[in-house]
């Protein structure tokens, strides 16, 4: 089954630590996003990638860095992990055309304490 | 830039009533716009988007571009719709990345 898989799927860390979030997908997708998800905050997107080649910051990029390592594998990692960086982190992959929907991962409940 | 408005964090109805989550977004041309749905420990998922005017899960939605809304409907609610829906905007000629509302919570009593 095409599919969108995230590891870990929950993390607890401690202030101050690297933390690496995996993203691998099957679907073939050429773009990919990190999104975070915050109570009363919605959605947040982090970081986007529409190939290996391009990657672009989201409206709330400080703190984190990504890497596409190919066109299957996104990362995400918080350099130095504070705890308002605890939220549940979403991968999600499209298609680059029109009206094509957003694929999530099933989410990394990170914990910053 | 386009924004989307999702006025309710929480809505609380009873089982058999209608529902209404209400989405507007800021945007002069001619929107993509899309419901996305997650249930209680579930991934977020497609629930339907404007341009295929099809009915999901007894849900339905219209883009009325006068008054800039998308609002999700279902005459008459069940307790399997309870969970987390978020409207999102696309913007053609962009880049095509959404922009999401923060969401509302419908809960459907029994």
């Known amino acids: 089954d095409a599919d969108v898989t995230q590891t870990p799927r929950n993390r607890i860390t401690k202030t101050g630590k690297r933390i690496m979030l995996e993203c691998s997908q099957t679907?073939?997708?050429?773009?990919m996003y990190w999104y975070r998800q915050d109570p009363g905050l919605g959605l947040r997107l982090i970081y986007y990638s529409f190939d290996v080649k391009d990657i672009n910051k989201g409206e709330i990029s400080d703190g984190y860095s990504v890497s596409r390592q190919a066109q299957a594998k996104f990362s995400l990692s918080l350099e130095s992990a504070i705890p308002n960086q605890t939220a549940l982190y979403f991968c999600?992959?499209?298609?680059?055309?029109?009206?094509?929907?957003?694929?999530f991962g099933p989410g990394t409940r990170l914990t910053v304490l | 830039a386009q924004r989307v408005t999702q006025p309710e964090k929480l809505l609380s109805v009873f089982k058999g009533a209608p529902v209404e989550l209400k989405c507007n977004y800021s945007?002069?041309?001619?929107?993509?716009l899309f419901w996305y749905v997650q249930y209680s420990r579930q991934r977020l998922q497609l629930l339907l988007r404007h341009i295929s005017r099809e009915s999901i899960k007894g849900f339905t939605a219209d883009l009325n571009k006068g008054e800039t809304s998308f609002h999700l409907k279902k005459p008459f609610a069940q307790e399997e719709d309870s969970a987390m829906y978020y409207c999102a905007l696309r913007t053609p000629g962009g880049s095509y990345i959404p922009t999401f509302g923060r969401g509302t919570s419908l809960i459907v009593h029994p």
């Open positions: 679907k073939g997708h050429d773009r």
């Open positions: 999600a992959t499209s298609a680059r055309t029109a009206y094509n929907e957003q694929f």
């Open positions: 945007y002069s041309g001619s929107p993509e």
